[in-house]
């Protein structure tokens, strides 16, 4: 790591910083472009944008529209799982993460 830049390594373990493309992100989660942007519209994630106004989606983002397409996938409506998971992550910021062996 250079000495000029710091913080930037810090960027490899930064859950939210901006790294991946939006076809990237739809290859890595095998899902469509038009899926991310409908999450986008449902109020569920909002990927930063490049200079050049391209969409750019972070780890915790890409988790979010993974469990999106979980719950999709089980035949819950988009609204619905959108509002499931902001619930979820609302109910683990109350609680804390799990105990180290504790059942689910």
């Given at each position: 790591?250079?000495?000029?830049?710091?913080?930037?390594?810090?960027?490899?373990?930064?859950?939210d910083?901006?790294?991946?493309?939006?076809?990237?992100?739809?290859?890595m989660?095998?899902?469509?472009?038009?899926?991310?942007?409908?999450?986008?519209?449902?109020?569920l994630?909002?990927?930063?944008?490049?200079?050049?106004?391209?969409?750019?989606?972070?780890?915790?983002?890409?988790?979010?529209?993974?469990?999106?397409?979980?719950?999709?996938?089980?035949?819950?409506?988009?609204?619905?799982?959108?509002r499931?998971?902001?619930?979820?992550?609302?109910?683990?910021?109350?609680?804390?993460?799990?105990?180290?062996?504790a059942?689910s």
């Amino acid at each position: 790591m250079s000495q000029d830049r710091p913080g930037a390594g810090a960027k490899f373990d930064d859950e939210d910083y901006p790294a991946y493309t939006m076809g990237r992100a739809a290859e890595m989660l095998e899902v469509t472009q038009p899926f991310l942007r409908s999450l986008e519209d449902a109020g569920l994630i909002d990927p930063q944008r490049s200079a050049g106004g391209h969409r750019r989606y972070s780890r915790r983002q890409l988790r979010r529209a993974e469990r999106a397409r979980e719950l999709i996938d089980q035949g819950t409506p988009v609204a619905a799982a959108c509002r499931i998971i902001t619930l979820e992550d609302q109910l683990a910021e109350h609680t804390g993460p799990p105990e180290p062996g504790a059942q689910s």
